[in-house]
Each structure stands twice: as structure tokens, then as C-alpha cells.
T-cell receptor, first 113, second 112 residues
Framework: EAQVTQNPRYLITVTGKKLTVTCSQN?????MSWYRQDPGLGLRQIYY???????DKGDVPEGYKVSRKEKRNFPLILESPSPNQTSLYFC????????????FGAGSRLTVL | SQKIEQNSEALNIQEGKTATLTCNYT??????LQWYRQDPGRGPVFLLL?????KEKRKERLKVTFDTTLKQSLFHITASQPADSATYLC???????????FGSGTQLTVLP
């Protein structure tokens, strides 16, 4: 089944404790992206990647890092999480350029205390 | 800066009626527009895409219009059913498709 898999689905952590949210897709998509979703603010893009070793900032990149060493994986790294990073995170992928459809993961709900 | 507004945060309609959701944008010249459905606790799921040179697209009970002069898209669900209850998101894409910009969504509730 074609899908985007995120882990963990739920995480409670404390301020300053580094964490990584993994994202993997099995559709051979070139493009991958991370979004955060907050009430009233909708989906905001954090980082995206057009292909392996190519990443770019989205609208809200502060406090986050990403890497794209393999085509299928696009982990989101929070080096020193803060409470304002408490949110619902979505990874998504699509095939290359153009108006292709995004396939989303099921989401990762992160709480930073 | 780019701004996308979806008509209201919540919309309640009676089963069988047509639901109409609005997506307005400013400071943007999108090459295409997409609509997604999101159920609680799940990721958005793609519904329809319409390009800047298209006026209307249909898929079963769904219809999307795109007016680049008014900078507006309308999303219609005809003969609505309680199972259509969800949050609907519009998303605008540029020609390079590097980024999709999403609206904050409209929560639709179809009452039996």
C-alpha cells in the first residue's frame, strides 16, 4: 500500500531534550515536506525537500532541522524543543515537480512540557 | 504577504442540501488550487485539483470553481450526507510547485 509513515504518533517530552520524528514513504517520490498544524493557523510548512540532499526552508523553519540522505526518508529534528513547538506535525510527499497531489502521513502529536 | 482565507471556521447544513465552501486569496497568483479533506486525528486526503486556466471541475458529488479575477475558489458538495462531515482545506500552488500554501480550513457538519 502506498503510504507515508510517521513515528512516533504521540510524544510527550520536556524542554531541551532533543527528539527526531521519522518520516518514510514507499512511493519513490522526489518531493517531501513537513507541516505543523495549529488551531486557527492551519497547515504551515516547516521544511521541504525537492530530492536527495536538497532541502529548503518553508514558512516556519525556526527551531527545526531536516535531512534527506535517502529518497524515502525525511526526518524532522528538534534539537532543543520548546513549549511553542507543541503541535500536530504532518509529513507529506509527492512526485517531483508540477501540480501533483500530496500524500500525507497520519500525523505526530508532540507535546513539549 | 500571501494570504488564504476560508469562509468560516465552521459550517452546519442539513442532510441533502448543497454545502458551499469558499477559499479566497490575496497577494498570490497560483498556477493551481487543490482541495483536501481532513478527518479528526488523520492527515489530509486529496479531493480535487483545478488549474488556473480551468473554470470548473467535477467529481461525483463534488464541484470546484476557480475564478482568478475574483481570486476565489468555491467548493460544492451536493446531496450532502453526514459522512461528508470533516474539515476541508484549500491549498494553492505556484508553477514551480515547490510549496503548497494551505488555508486554515472549514469544519463542515452535515446534520441528519
Amino acid at each position: 500500500e502506498a503510504q507515508v509513515t510517521q513515528n512516533p504518533r504521540y510524544l510527550i517530552t520536556v524542554t531541551g531534550k532533543k527528539l527526531t520524528v521519522t518520516c518514510s514513504q514507499n512511493m519513490n517520490h522526489e518531493y517531501m515536506s513537513w507541516y505543523r498544524q495549529d488551531p486557527g493557523l492551519g497547515l504551515r510548512q516547516i521544511y521541504y525537500s525537492m530530492n536527495v540532499e536538497v532541502t529548503d526552508k518553508g514558512d516556519v523553519p525556526e527551531g527545526y532541522k531536516v535531512s534527506r540522505k535517502e529518497k524515502r526518508n525525511f526526518p524532522l529534528i528538534l534539537e532543543s524543543p520548546s513549549p511553542n513547538q507543541t503541535s500536530l506535525y504532518f509529513c507529506a510527499s509527492k512526485a517531483g515537480f508540477g501540480a501533483n497531489v500530496l500524500t500525507f502521513g497520519a500525523g505526530s502529536r508532540l507535546t513539549v512540557l | 504577504s500571501q494570504k488564504i482565507e476560508q469562509n468560516s471556521e465552521a459550517l452546519n447544513i442539513q442532510e441533502g442540501k448543497t454545502a458551499t465552501l469558499t477559499c479566497n486569496y490575496t497577494n498570490y497568483s497560483p498556477a493551481y488550487l487543490q482541495w483536501y479533506r481532513q478527518d479528526p486525528g488523520r492527515g489530509p486526503v486529496f479531493l480535487l485539483l483545478i488549474r488556473e486556466n480551468e473554470k470548473e471541475k467535477r467529481k461525483e458529488r463534488l464541484k470546484v470553481t476557480f475564478d482568478t479575477t475574483l481570486k476565489q475558489s468555491l467548493f460544492h458538495i451536493t446531496a450532502s450526507q453526514p459522512a461528508d462531515s470533516a474539515t476541508y482545506l484549500c491549498a494553492l500552488g505556484s508553477g514551480s510547485a515547490r510549496q503548497l500554501t494551505f488555508g486554515s480550513g472549514t469544519q463542515l457538519t452535515v446534520l441528519p
